[in-house]
């Protein structure tokens, strides 16, 4: 008899497959397959034959991460190489509010605002509402009958207890915590002698088991099944082994993740306290209203399976140290920020100059464009604990590099209605390609044959366009300072002409010229590099600048760098809240790449999109006699409107 394959999943291939093998056995040449019994019989065997080779693949693909689905069994691989999943994360807050403390008498010293309920949202957030929490009591002293709470941090979701009494007589002993939606970076441990004890010893969570040892106080924690968390103690070799009758509390948040970003408006739901002569007395007037500086934010969802997928092989090959730029760019969004969007890193030893004994980081959050101070440190603190001595890692603010359009979009009239059709279309087009995560990160590149291609294709009528692009960066001053800039493109300038304005910038005002300045530049002979002059001219369209100031900075047109020199600048233009100064210039190649810390953004806003009738292809100048010709090559005013 013939081997045959059994390889097929396919139901109708496995019948066959079976057909074939009873047709070459000689005991059955007699028998019709297509309409006896027999043929029912085989399409049982051909749907059990399936049903196992499908669930036989499945399995097979369950045992390794790159192809597992379902997220235990990821969790469960990630978990062999040491990797814990990040966990849902509540939005969290800063609030402020005062209590008039003018009705007790006499004034209290203190007053307590006690752990749990703080806030909740006020007036309408999608029909929803929140309550935000304090994990931990805080007590202010009262000053002339006002006691003020500044800045207090108050994390969304519900304050939970657990507690657990540890048996040695129970090998089978779980600690697990029955909720979903907790953040295990709020979790709180505290272990007790007994229930009966009045001290308790608070454990620390811990991911390894370097620096710990018999008598160190620590716990570790693990995902299992249903997005929950599991607790484990030491065993007296690594880490405190746990003894009979102690007693555990653990205390956490539930939060409803990223639901609860962006709540500006908030109402007291707290409980506050005041002690006099060892009795507790409760407050609940004098309360003023609680306001925020910032909306709050930070609530991010549990990590999905495919961040785990991702990240579980990068931090083992990383073996939790931060070495190379991989390492960084792996363990920071994994472990220290996970609402870290889009990251960059690269040594000092790649700039111009070299800054050695440097790492340089820059990070786009989730939500803004820049990080707080306050963050930016957390997270070098936090980089300690991976980064090799003598290694100062600095991290950057967010540096846009900005690509504008002018494109000119020839059209068969006979196709559309209009023009103005026409240029919204080829809008609506071009802002999902600059909305897309081709763009919109660190090492994006620009690809203006795909872009000239995303016109073209955006309608029917559209016959061709003639589309050229200019690079931008905003340049943040420091206003009545002097003060020395510069600003990096990361791509080679476009030279247009030897007798210079090559670049453009918005007016701005400095000390010592009482008209608005824009600046430009002038090549050397030898076309590398070139000065920078300040000038004036009537208008934003006119062609007959004035010199005010010449070399103010010098202009690197190899690796697009734009210095210059102390200088006060008392106005710019005022964007975002910060007086800035656009400058602008074309790229040496159209497509244009975001180089270490340049995050590459197409601007739609400024780009502009104009339509002309195609008169050959619409039939109205057959002879192109009357031909609208425009010019491949970037053209117009000397400045920045």
Same mark, same amino acid.
């Given at each position: 008899?013939?081997?045959?394959?059994?390889?097929?999943?396919?139901?109708?291939?496995?019948?066959?497959?079976?057909?074939?093998?009873?047709?070459?056995?000689?005991?059955?040449?007699?028998?019709?397959?297509?309409?006896?019994?027999?043929?029912?019989?085989?399409?049982?065997?051909?749907?059990?034959?399936?049903?196992?080779?499908?669930?036989?693949?499945?399995?097979?693909?369950?045992?390794?991460?790159?192809?597992?689905?379902?997220?235990?069994?990821?969790?469960?691989?990630?978990?062999?190489?040491?990797?814990?999943?990040?966990?849902?994360?509540?939005?969290?807050?800063?609030?402020?509010?005062?209590?008039?403390?003018?009705?007790?008498?006499?004034?209290?010293?203190?007053?307590?605002?006690?752990?749990?309920?703080?806030?909740?949202?006020?007036?309408?957030?999608?029909?929803?509402?929140?309550?935000?929490?304090?994990?931990?009591?805080?007590?202010?002293?009262?000053?002339?009958?006002?006691?003020?709470?500044?800045?207090?941090?108050?994390?969304?979701?519900?304050?939970?207890?657990?507690?657990?009494?540890?048996?040695?007589?129970?090998?089978?002993?779980?600690?697990?915590?029955?909720?979903?939606?907790?953040?295990?970076?709020?979790?709180?441990?505290?272990?007790?002698?007994?229930?009966?004890?009045?001290?308790?010893?608070?454990?620390?969570?811990?991911?390894?088991?370097?620096?710990?040892?018999?008598?160190?106080?620590?716990?570790?924690?693990?995902?299992?099944?249903?997005?929950?968390?599991?607790?484990?103690?030491?065993?007296?070799?690594?880490?405190?082994?746990?003894?009979?009758?102690?007693?555990?509390?653990?205390?956490?948040?539930?939060?409803?993740?990223?639901?609860?970003?962006?709540?500006?408006?908030?109402?007291?739901?707290?409980?506050?306290?005041?002690?006099?002569?060892?009795?507790?007395?409760?407050?609940?007037?004098?309360?003023?209203?609680?306001?925020?500086?910032?909306?709050?934010?930070?609530?991010?969802?549990?990590?999905?399976?495919?961040?785990?997928?991702?990240?579980?092989?990068?931090?083992?090959?990383?073996?939790?140290?931060?070495?190379?730029?991989?390492?960084?760019?792996?363990?920071?969004?994994?472990?220290?920020?996970?609402?870290? *969007?889009?990251?960059?890193? !690269? %040594?000092? @030893?790649?700039? /111009?100059?070299?800054?050695? &004994?440097?790492?340089?980081? =820059?990070?786009?959050?989730?939500?803004?464009?820049?990080?707080?101070?306050?963050?930016?440190?957390?997270?070098?603190?936090?980089?300690?604990?991976?980064?090799?001595?003598?290694?100062?890692?600095?991290?950057?603010?967010?540096?846009?590099?900005?690509?504008?359009?002018?494109?000119?979009?020839?059209?068969?009239?006979?196709?559309?209605?209009?023009?103005?059709?026409?240029?919204?279309?080829?809008?609506?087009?071009?802002?999902?390609?600059?909305?897309?995560?081709?763009?919109?990160?660190?090492?994006?590149?620009?690809?203006?044959?795909?872009?000239?291609?995303?016109?073209?294709?955006?309608?029917?009528?559209?016959?061709?366009?003639?589309?050229?692009?200019?690079?931008?960066?905003?340049?943040?001053?420091?206003?009545?300072?002097?003060? *020395?800039?510069?600003?990096? !493109? %990361?791509? @080679?300038?476009? /030279?247009?002409?030897?007798? &210079?304005?090559?670049?453009? =910038?918005?007016?701005?005002?400095?000390?010592?010229?009482?008209?608005?300045?824009?600046?430009?530049?002038?090549?050397?002979?030898?076309?590398?590099?070139?000065?920078?002059?300040?000038?004036?001219?009537?208008?934003?369209?006119?062609?007959?600048?004035?010199?005010?100031?010449?070399?103010?900075?010098?202009?690197?047109?190899?690796?697009?760098?734009?210095?210059?020199?102390?200088?006060?600048?008392?106005?710019?233009?005022?964007?975002?809240?910060?007086?800035?100064?656009?400058?602008?210039?074309?790229?040496?190649?159209?497509?244009?790449?975001?180089?270490?810390?340049?995050?590459?953004?197409?601007?739609?806003?400024?780009?502009?999109?104009?339509?002309?009738?195609?008169?050959?292809?619409?039939?109205?100048?057959?002879?192109?006699?009357?031909?609208?010709?425009?010019?491949?090559?970037?053209?117009?005013?000397?400045?920045?409107?």
């Amino acid at each position: 008899m013939p081997l045959v394959n059994f390889s097929n999943l396919d139901f109708n291939q496995v019948k066959t497959t079976l057909k074939d093998y009873l047709q070459a056995n000689s005991n059955f040449t007699d028998y019709d397959f297509e309409g006896s019994n027999l043929s029912s019989i085989l399409d049982v065997l051909a749907y059990n034959t399936y049903i196992t080779s499908y669930n036989a693949n499945m399995v097979t693909n369950e045992v390794f991460i790159d192809s597992a689905t379902l997220r235990e069994n990821v969790v469960s691989l990630a978990r062999n190489i040491g990797y814990l999943p990040r966990s849902r994360t509540p939005s969290t807050a800063a609030i402020n509010f005062f209590v008039n403390c003018d009705a007790i008498v006499p004034p209290p010293a203190t007053l307590t605002l006690a752990k749990g309920p703080v806030a909740r949202t006020q007036g309408s957030f999608g029909n929803q509402s929140f309550v935000f929490c304090v994990l931990e009591d805080v007590t202010v002293p009262v000053y002339d009958g006002i006691a003020t709470f500044d800045e207090i941090p108050v994390h969304q979701g519900t304050l939970v207890t657990n507690t657990f009494t540890y048996s040695r007589r129970n090998p089978d002993q779980r600690f697990i915590l029955p909720n979903i939606g907790i953040d295990t970076n709020l979790i709180t441990v505290t272990v007790k002698a007994n229930e009966s004890a009045t001290t308790s010893t608070k454990y620390s969570a811990q991911d390894s088991l370097f620096d710990i040892d018999s008598e160190s106080k620590v716990y570790f924690l693990q995902e299992i099944e249903d997005e929950r968390y599991e607790l484990f103690f030491g065993d007296g070799i690594f880490g405190k082994a746990l003894e009979e009758g102690n007693f555990i509390t653990v205390d956490y948040i539930v939060s409803d993740g990223s639901q609860a970003n962006g709540v500006r408006e908030f109402a007291f739901a707290g409980r506050l306290s005041y002690n006099r002569n060892s009795l507790g007395y409760n407050v609940t007037s004098g309360i003023s209203l609680v306001t925020t500086g910032t909306a709050s934010a930070g609530g991010e969802e549990i990590e999905a399976v495919e961040s785990v997928k991702k990240f579980a092989p990068r931090i083992y090959a990383s073996q939790n140290r931060a070495v190379s730029a991989n390492d960084y760019e792996t363990l920071i969004p994994a472990k220290i920020y996970p609402e870290t *969007e889009s990251i960059t890193v !690269f %040594g000092g @030893e790649d700039l /111009i100059p070299p800054q050695y &004994g440097k790492v340089f980081i =820059s990070i786009k959050p989730r939500s803004g464009d820049f990080l707080p101070n306050l963050m930016k440190e957390n997270i070098k603190m936090k980089l300690k604990k991976y980064a090799v001595a003598g290694i100062v890692p600095e991290i950057l603010d967010l540096k846009y590099l900005y690509i504008e359009a002018d494109s000119k979009i020839y059209y068969n009239s006979n196709l559309a209605p209009n023009g103005a059709y026409v240029s919204s279309v080829v809008q609506a087009n071009a802002l999902k390609y600059a909305e897309s995560t081709e763009l919109n990160k660190y090492g994006a590149r620009f690809k203006y044959s795909k872009f000239l291609k995303i016109i073209d294709d955006s309608n029917d009528s559209v016959t061709s366009n003639i589309t050229t692009i200019q690079m931008r960066r905003d340049l943040r001053v420091v206003l009545n300072t002097p003060a *020395e800039y510069q600003v990096g !493109f %990361g791509n @080679e300038f476009h /030279i247009k002409s030897m007798d &210079g304005y090559n670049i453009k =910038s918005s007016a701005f005002s400095v000390a010592g010229i009482v008209e608005s300045v824009y600046l430009s530049d002038v090549p050397n002979t030898n076309r590398n590099n070139g000065t920078l002059f300040l000038f004036t001219v009537p208008s934003t369209n006119s062609t007959t600048p004035t010199i005010v100031r010449r070399n103010v900075g010098t202009i690197d047109y190899k690796n697009g760098i734009v210095t210059l020199n102390p200088i006060t600048i008392e106005s710019g233009k005022f964007k975002d809240g910060q007086s800035i100064i656009e400058i602008s210039a074309c790229p040496s190649s159209n497509d244009v790449v975001g180089l270490q810390d340049l995050y590459l953004q197409l601007d739609i806003s400024t780009s502009n999109f104009e339509t002309i009738v195609d008169e050959i292809s619409s039939g109205l100048d057959p002879a192109a006699s009357n031909y609208v010709v425009t010019s491949s090559y970037v053209n117009g005013a000397l400045v920045r409107a």
